[in-house]
């Protein structure tokens, strides 16, 4: 089993920064893939940025803005969001592919709103 604790959501202004922090626990060797996902109200699921090893993926709506890095050390996933809009508002999910299986974290909001 893995166990994810999302943290550093918030509320924040257009133009505004925040960074996620996402701590894996349990058997997290092999763990393969981590990466984040929201969901906005009303809406699906939708994965913002994934990494694998030293690959980066990030959806078209965030590319530029949102930077995905891992510590191996602190078994931590971090997702830095700058130049945030209202429309990344949004409950930010951790994500963790091992052996095949996905675990989740609870989630953390994040707000952004003047």
């Known amino acids: 089993q893995v166990q994810l604790v999302e943290s550093g959501g918030g509320l924040v202004q257009p133009g505004g920064s925040l960074r996620l922090s996402c701590v894996a626990s349990g058997s997290i060797f092999s763990i393969n893939t981590m990466g984040w996902y929201r969901q906005a109200p009303g809406k699906e699921r939708e994965l913002v940025a994934g990494i694998t090893g030293g690959r980066t993926r990030y959806a078209d709506s965030v590319k530029g803005r949102f930077t995905i890095s891992r510590d191996n050390a602190k078994s931590t996933v971090y997702l830095q969001m700058n130049s945030l809009k209202p429309e990344d508002t949004a409950i930010y999910y951790c994500?963790?592919?091992?052996?095949?299986?996905?675990?989740w974290g609870k989630g953390t909001l994040v707000t952004v709103s003047s």
């Open positions: 994500n963790a592919l091992r052996y095949g299986i996905e675990y």
